[in-house]
């Protein structure tokens, strides 16, 4: 990270930038001091793909509109959803292995009806393990960044609608594999048979206390070759047989899901398990926690809010942002 500019007098500084990490369901924005530390920050449930076409600038004024009105010429940095195909504008990806410098090389810098917005890439992986991120790697680099003994040889966890396990090694993000689980239990839960009990009841699949989710893990951890995915019909078929209570059937769901992700996850690294780190809103941390201890994989950490010490640390290394107090 960038050390903090020598102040000349005892006035408070005029703040660096504006971050905002824009994903699948939420925008975040924050308004970084001199120091790096955050000094104001906003949120707002607005969906990137789910807005109407042309609504991103709106959105982006009404929640960062007024600290650009007042700090004329503040730089923007923008990571996330935002930079897909279906965000503002799209933004190539960067090829993994990468780090915080290869990342910052590939903003793009996007002259917007709004000013301008540096764009963070986010990671491609190719072969026959192809896979994509926007958001997390900046999560990532905001751990590395809170926990430098990490970057040597670490594995992230980052649960959401499409959960990522991501490896690091000596300070760059190596590999990574998407799991869909949370779009699979929202599918589930609104659109199939197995949901419609838990939809006409109360409910939620929040509670990571819940017999059910913990009964839900125990048949992930014994489901065999033919993997969790073999099990979910006994959620249906539990219920009609008078054994789970249509209140329970969603956390039953949420145990089998999430403990399979993490019963596949386990089995791919083998032995050798680097230190595993959780990254994520609370509940669903709390849920892979608990499946981690009921799979065989330990006691796991958690670390929350990682997201603008990221943004920050990118900012810094495309030079955004400097010890001197000069922005870019």
Known sequence: MCQPPILSDSAPPAPRLVGLDWGTSSLRAYLFAADGGVAERRAQRWEIQHLPAGRCAAAFLAI????????PGLPVLAAGMVGSRTGWREVPYVACPA???????????????CGVVHLVPGLVQGGESADVMRGEETQILGALALEPALAADSLFVLPGTHCKWARVERGRLTSFTTYITGELFALLRDHSLLGRPARDSEGDGTAVTSGAFHRGLAVARASGPGGGTARLFTARSLFLAGDLAATDVLDYLSGLLVGDEVRSGLANLGTERPPCVVIGDEMLVARYRAAFAALGGGEVRAIDDTAPTGLWSIACAAGLVNVAGATG
């Open 64 to 71: 960062v509109g007024d600290w650009l009105a007042r700090w």
């Open 99 to 113: 780090d915080a410098a290869a990342i910052a090389v590939g903003i793009v810098r996007f002259a917007s009806e």
